[in-house]
């Protein structure tokens, strides 16, 4: 499934990962839920990718983004003369997608008047255009995606108990970013390669103290976030070495220092990554971090192998480094000093 853009070896996404393997084969509803910017659309695409509609068509709607009016159109068409406007036949969405997958985006917010008509679509397969009485056939898988409570919608009244249960035959859901942390060098190493080779250029190496930067930060547009975060800086480089603007780089720090901590591991990490950017990432010695932390040396390096930070400053290489170009440590003493 690596080309369906999943990427992450962690514990929460491999779970997720072994859900897209159990469902793909199946042709039941899929309801994926998590934050905006997770990637609930790559995950839809894996499953259909992975499953026996991949040579059918794959076809989405964002129901947020089209007017309620239009939606009834834009999902089973319209007749010539079916309303004002209407000049043409039109197929919708259940029709392109014909024998292989719907992704119904941001379900939530489709209207409440037009829910009974796609309960109906998945209970008997069946629907009628606007403005004909002729019944079509829908063989298709739905695929449906949400960033809000579904379950608080029904018990607001907002939303149909009956299609919740339809829509969630098979609900999975996607952790955000700051759930899975572990993720975060690979995913930044994916998007150095993509948008290095899309811009015609090549970046090797992203120096340690960045990358530390991008694993403590909290990350509230998730995936989608941290995307933007590495072309911008992909579009300031100049070199080899990845370099964001040392700037916006001290924004993501504030931010970091600023942001909710949920757990004591969090709080714990945060500190000692915290004490270890005033030390240089020096861990020993009368001025390193252990003892401005008040810690034996060894009792240091434990807890920081326990909490996932690397015991020596380094810096992640994609490819062999271009020496000629500036160095991670050039670069860190830039950013330390500013």
């Known amino acids: 499934m690596a080309n369906s853009g999943l990427i992450g070896s962690s514990e929460r996404f491999q779970a997720v990962l072994d859900d897209v393997q159990v469902v793909a084969p ?12 997770t990637g609930k659309e790559v995950i839809a695409r894996a499953i259909h990718d992975s499953g ?35 000049v043409t036949q039109t197929i919708g969405r259940f029709q392109a997608a014909h024998g292989g997958t719907l992704f119904l985006d941001e379900i939530g917010d489709l209207p409440l008047e037009l829910q009974p008509k796609l309960l109906r679509v998945l209970q008997e397969q069946q629907y009628e255009r606007l403005g004909s009485s002729r019944t079509l056939r829908a063989d298709v898988r739905v695929i449906a995606a949400t960033n809000q409570d579904l379950w608080q919608m029904v018990e607001q009244k907002t939303f149909r108990a009956d299609l919740y249960y339809r ?31 899309q811009m015609g250029q090549s970046i090797y190496e992203v120096p340690y103290p960045v990358m530390g930067n991008f694993k403590s930060h909290h990350w509230p547009g998730n995936i989608r976030e941290l995307q933007n975060f590495v072309e911008r800086s992909v579009i300031m480089t100049r070199g080899n070495v990845l370099s964001p ?26 500190h000692i990554l915290g004490i270890l950017r005033e030390t240089n990432w020096v861990v020993g010695g009368n001025d390193g971090a252990a003892a401005r932390l008040g810690l034996p040396r060894t009792t240091l390096i434990s807890r920081m192998q326990k909490l996932g930070i690397s015991c020596k400053p380094r810096a992640l290489f994609v490819a062999p480094v271009d020496r000629s170009a500036v160095t991670s440590g050039e670069y860190a003493s830039q950013l330390l000093a500013s």
Do not use: W, Y
């Open 26 to 37: 199946a042709e039941c509803a899929v309801l994926v839920q998590g934050e905006t910017g």
């Open 52 to 86: 026996p509609r991949q040579s059918k068509p794959f076809v989405g709607i964002n129901c947020s983004a089209i007017p309620a009016a239009l939606l009834e159109s834009e999902l089973f068409g319209h007749e010539k003369g079916a309303f004002t406007g209407a």
């Open 167 to 197: 829509l969630s035959v098979f609900p999975i859901r996607l952790p955000s970013l700051r759930e899975r942390k572990d993720d975060i060098p690979s995913l930044v190493r994916h998007f150095v390669q993509k948008n290095s080779r």
């Open 245 to 270: 603007r040392i700037t916006e780089l001290k924004m993501l720090m504030q931010e970091t220092a600023s942001a909710p901590t949920q757990t004591l591991s969090d709080a714990e990490r945060a």
